[in-house]
């Protein structure tokens, strides 16, 4: 088995992301990221996606659920994306998905945050039989196919974002565990280290004020990787009809449309792009980050 | 090729056992704590009293937690893994039925996947940030944040209803009896379409591995020497730097098989591909939970033993590894 470096730790999410280093990372971020086309992107991408999630249901001309059209109307003045068959504003429906999608995702996110974190940081700092066991456990999770983990959980206790989430959050943290165990193996014998455990500071504050500053760049690049996978997780038990069918994201708009392929592109066009556009700015960000430390 | 590390197999094979049993306690606790009576979770919700006391007693249903597990390790091992009463028959021969049309469709669509990214990657590592790269990148990119179902709407739109060029659904054409060399063209012009659109995911992934372990190995020695040799800067590249970049290659493939078989499942929906993907969605609506459970032991198990496959084809081509 590869040895579990940085570079394999990416394996699964992106091995072609290169892992910043700590160095000036807020300044990298404010300076250097935007200084990228890719990063300007990538920002705005998520900044409206961010307001509209934030703004959607102001912003919506219709309610969603409310049939204020023919059936199956193409792209018009009144109805920019089109109605769906029951008459409702699909652009409507759009501004109140994108609050879904994120939902879950952040949740996730959160979830996968914490434990990847504290596995990682207690496998690299303290080593041994600790670092054993932990790294184990960690791998026996990364090869739980968490996709149908989340569809047998939502089939068996019902559809609900609270168990997507929490069976999502609780299969996606490994890779993060194994890249902050790299990173702090790899900062662990340095000087700056050594010279606070012998001032006698207690390892809590070691991992906290000397640690965790040199994982946190790998961690952002690696979290919206991450990120934008999950939003495509959830958009495809979406798809499945496996979210809470009361809320309206787009995985199940992208549902629906599937009966009116031949009819209505509309309806299987615009939930779709707004997911790839969503997810496209996550992506760019993450990347332009890492490339902007690249460079450096 | 070396002889690999025998223990470095032994060891590998070993992991296979505890993995497997933290896969099929996490499946024995969901069947424990979904609500309702775990005896319609392994026997489905349409059968009668009678029906529910034999299969409570197959499946020691009334003995202790610990007990259970015990014996519900005991039958998966025998390849028992409960009984779809909407199928009428055990489960494992409902899903292993639709193997072969998920296995026919997951191998076009990686073998495509492979021929098309190695080349991108390459070339676009041949000049990093240069026009061809930058496009490449950003094509790879686009195509990674794409949602699988939604490139087979469009696909399907686009492709098969506006210019017919590619059947909508199914595997064969209904009706058509044909048999021999007209069946194998009939199926292949169905699974063009969905192949493709499941190996347009692998395809983005694929692209960057295969730039950046080119981009690592270029500035190698061995690459420089070939160089200094007087081979052409395509020669160096082709033959001593793609070889090794195929390295992490397999790795990246045995580690996405588990994304593989989840986005076939969705383009099986999608474009109504015999496969598990259709078995699946139909058990989700029959609520046939004990195939939907059996699905993820043989999802499990497939991810479990290619992460193994992937390690040993690693090994064996890699003289650098060795026990860890």
């Known amino acids: 088995m590869p040895p579990s470096t940085r570079a394999s730790a990416f394996a699964e999410l992106a091995p072609f992301i290169e892992v910043p280093s700590p160095a000036r990372w807020r300044r990298l971020l404010r300076r250097d990221v935007l200084r990228r086309l890719s990063g300007r992107a990538g920002l705005t991408c998520a900044a409206v996606v961010c307001a509209v999630a934030l703004f959607g249901p102001l912003l919506a001309p219709h309610d969603p659920f409310a049939i204020t059209g023919g059936s199956l109307g193409p792209p018009s003045a009144g109805h920019p994306m089109g109605t769906d068959a029951l008459g409702r504003d699909v652009f409507s429906a759009v501004l109140y998905g994108a609050r879904t999608s994120l939902l879950v995702a952040t949740g996730v996110s ?52 609270d168990r997507m989430v929490l069976t999502l959050g609780l299969t996606s943290w490994p890779v993060l565990a194994r890249l902050v165990r790299g990173e702090v193996i790899a900062v662990r014998d340095l000087d700056f280290v050594r010279a606070a455990e012998a001032m006698g500071l207690p390892g809590s504050l070691i991992v906290r004020r000397h640690l965790l500053p040199h994982v946190m760049p790998s961690i952002v690049v690696a979290l919206g990787l991450l990120y934008g996978q999950v939003l495509l997780l959830e958009a495809t038990l979406g ?58 | 090729m070396h002889t690999v590390n025998r223990r470095f197999i032994l060891g590998r094979l070993l992991q296979v056992v505890p993995t497997m049993t933290v896969i099929l306690l996490i499946s024995f606790l969901l069947i424990h704590l979904a609500p309702g009576d775990a005896v319609f979770t392994v026997a489905g919700e349409h059968g009668d009293a009678a029906y529910y006391a034999f299969m409570r ?110 059947p909508v659904q199914g595997m064969t054409s209904a009706g058509s009896g044909a048999a021999g060399w007209p069946h194998a063209w009939d199926v292949a012009r169905h699974l063009a379409l969905p192949a493709m659109v499941l190996a347009a995911q692998e395809v983005a992934v694929l692209v960057r591995i295969m730039r950046s372990a080119m981009l690592d190995e270029l500035p190698r020695d061995h690459v420089r020497t070939a160089r200094a040799k007087g081979f052409s800067a395509m020669q160096a590249l082709v033959r001593h730097a793609l070889p090794r970049a195929l390295l992490p290659i397999v790795t990246i493939i ?55 496959l992937s390690d040993l084809v690693y090994a064996a081509i890699d003289p650098r590894i060795r026990v860890r």
């Open chain 1, 239 to 296: 798809f499945l009809g496996l979210g809470d069918p009361g809320t309206i994201s787009w995985g199940m708009m992208a549902a629906q449309a599937q009966g009116f392929l031949r009819v209505a592109w509309w309806l299987a066009l615009f939930p779709g792009l707004a997911i790839t556009l969503t997810v496209l700015g996550v992506n760019l960000l993450a990347d332009a980050f890492s490339s902007a430390r690249a460079v450096q």
């Open chain 1, 110 to 161: 959160v979830i996968a945050l914490a434990c990847g974190t504290t596995v990682g940081m207690l496998a690299g700092y303290y080593g041994g039989w600790i670092d054993n066991a932990l790294m184990r456990a960690t791998e026996l999770f990364q090869v739980i196919p968490r996709f149908f983990l989340a569809i047998i959980a939502i089939a068996l206790f019902g559809p609900g974002l």
């Open chain 2, 254 to 308: 045995g580690a996405r098989v588990g994304h593989l078989i989840a986005g076939a499942a969705v383009v099986e929906i999608i474009f109504g591909w015999p496969g598990m993907g259709r078995l699946l969605i139909a058990s989700l609506q029959s609520r046939d939970a004990p195939i939907l459970l059996g699905l993820f032991l043989v999802v499990s198990l497939t991810v479990v033993l290619a992460n193994l």
């Open chain 2, 57 to 166: 007693h197959r499946f020691g249903l009334d003995q202790p937690l610990p007990r259970q597990f015990l014996t519900y390790l005991g039958r998966v091992v025998n390849g028992d893994l409960g009984f779809s009463y909407v199928y009428g028959r055990g489960t494992l021969g409902v899903i292993l039925e639709r193997v072969p049309a998920t296995l026919l469709l997951t191998g076009t669509a990686l073998a495509i996947a492979v021929v098309v990214a190695i080349p991108l990657g390459a070339v676009a590592a041949a000049r990093p940030h240069g026009a061809q790269d930058v496009g490449i990148s950003a094509f790879a990119l686009a195509l990674y944040s794409t949602p699988a179902f939604w490139v087979g709407q469009l696909a399907i739109i686009g492709l098969s209803l506006r210019l017919g060029l590619f």
